[in-house]
């Protein structure tokens, strides 16, 4: 197989690649505008001969195109995008015009590639998120058919590309799978998101941010547990095409509690000068600030028998550790 990654210099993509560089693939691409959140030194690309890298932006359908129909690729897996909901909020233009243009840019180019050629092994992976649901109360959890209900303009972007997807898929037999995931976490992250903030604040003795009363409930999943998600959908294509599936792992935690779990788990397991929870600080609540994510992952564990695997303290103690050895 010839895998097209897009977005493989990002924080899920770079992990995907690590792990991919490990399976027997004939060939990877990886498509990477290698914007601010973007680092190639995430990818492990030592004595990989099988590795391409193009310095691209989805959005300049020209080169994409270039791209594709030069690499001839069997999957195609779509990770790039915007994604930082704050900056989506400021200015989100950037997120209309990456994860909406720079999806249809790459399932048309796609889909033109897969009918002008015949590929019958031909399967185009949408990596999407639970944020299109908009959020929940105290109860319930999102589902496959859980009505869409963006709140943000990174969610409505999102969901917008996974309309796309879901429409080439009816419309044309596109051969795609859709997944909307919880809260990944791990190395490679950008600094800017939750996890990456609190470790890397604690260790520097800076404030760590909290919004509003800190009560706003996440799903978390171990980036490694997820990228296996993605592989389960490749090697079961036959179960997977067409289908779209919500993928979590039960982890599930208000932010207040995972901000003072971290900080715990730094002071227990690392000789400060300063307790970590003393640097704990509560900020102005976001605009739009969905109250609850939670997903059902059943669908995909009936399916394809995936579930996340990795034990969550040992995780976050892995991810500790990571961005401890950047500082």
Not at 206 to 230: S, T
Request: with cysteine.
């Amino acid at each position: 197989m010839r895998v097209l990654v897009t977005g493989g210099c990002g924080f899920i993509g770079s992990n995907f690649l690590n792990l991919a560089f490990k399976k027997n693939f004939e060939s990877i691409m990886n498509i990477d505008s290698l914007t601010y959140a973007s680092n190639q030194e995430n990818i492990n690309i030592e004595d990989q001969n099988n590795y391409e890298f193009r310095n691209i932006d989805i959005t300049n359908k020209d080169l994409l195109k270039k791209a594709v129909l030069d690499f001839k690729p069997n999957i195609i897996v779509h990770f790039a995008a915007e994604s930082h909901v704050d900056n989506s909020i400021s200015n989100p233009q950037n997120f209309i015009k990456t994860n909406v243009l720079g999806t249809y840019n790459l399932i048309e180019i796609s889909r033109k590639y897969y009918e002008d050629n015949d590929i019958s092994d031909f399967h185009f992976i949408h990596i999407s998120t639970d944020e299109v649901f908009g959020d929940l109360s105290d109860t319930g959890f999102f589902k496959e058919d859980t009505p869409y209900d963006p709140s943000s303009p990174y969610s409505a972007s999102k969901a917008a590309s996974d309309h796309l997807v879901s429409a080439w898929k009816r419309t044309y037999q596109f051969p795609a799978t859709i997944l909307n995931c919880s809260n990944n976490f791990g190395p490679n992250q950008h600094i800017e998101k939750l996890i990456p903030t609190i470790i890397t604040k604690s260790f520097t003795k800076n404030k760590i941010p909290v919004y509003g009363n800190g009560l706003n409930v996440r799903e978390w999943i171990y980036v490694e547990d997820y990228c296996n998600a993605v592989f389960e959908v490749i090697d079961q294509r036959s179960k997977s095409i067409f289908e779209t599936f919500c993928v979590g792992s039960g982890n599930e935690l208000t932010n207040i509690d995972i901000v003072e779990k971290i900080c715990s788990l730094i002071n227990e397991n690392y000789n400060l000068e300063h307790d970590c929870l003393d640097l704990i600080t509560f900020v102005e609540d976001r605009k739009g600030h969905d109250f609850r994510y939670a997903i059902d992952s059943s669908k995909i564990k009936n399916i394809l028998k995936f579930s996340a695997k990795t034990d969550f303290d040992s995780a976050l103690i892995k991810t500790i550790k990571w961005y401890r050895s950047k500082l």
